[in-house]
């Protein structure tokens, strides 16, 4: 059993950034994938950006890439997202998630289905 605690969440203006944690519990040995999804009212869940433990695969979605940034620090079993240019239409809750088993191409680590564990999420909102 993975738990997952994200913090880093808040309310900031166009332009600003925002960093997001997710804490997991145990060790790295424990999941082969980290991901970030958003979700606002009334849409799916969007996959934003994943990594894979092994080699440290990144993907990301169109709509982030060039301002996000994922990351991890194993020694703290801590993967974050580095969200820089923030827009209003990134506003969602930020949920991080972890998948026991990973296997295929990179962008399934925005699949939700490929996850087993998640986190409580955290809220992010761009307002000027």
């Known amino acids: 059993q993975v738990q997952l605690v994200e913090s880093g969440g808040g309310l900031v203006q166009p332009g600003e950034s925002l960093r997001l944690s997710c804490a997991a519990s145990?060790?790295?040995?424990?999941?082969?994938?980290i991901g970030w999804f958003r979700q606002v009212p009334g849409k799916e869940r969007e996959g934003v950006s994943g990594?894979?433990?092994?080699?440290?695969?990144?993907t990301y979605a169109d709509s982030v890439k060039g301002r996000f940034t994922i990351s991890r620090d194993n020694a703290r079993n801590t993967v974050y997202l580095q969200m820089n240019s923030l827009k209003p239409e990134d506003t969602a809750v930020y949920y991080c998630?972890?998948?026991?088993?990973?296997?295929?191409?990179?962008?399934?680590?925005?699949?939700?289905?490929?996850?087993?564990?998640w986190g409580q999420g955290t809220q992010v909102t761009v307002s000027a």
């Open positions: 990594i894979r433990i092994s080699d440290g695969g990144i």
């Open positions: 145990g060790s790295t040995l424990d999941y082969s994938a």
């Open positions: 998630a972890a998948a026991k088993t990973f296997r295929g191409l990179l962008f399934r680590l925005r699949i939700a289905s490929m996850y087993d564990y």
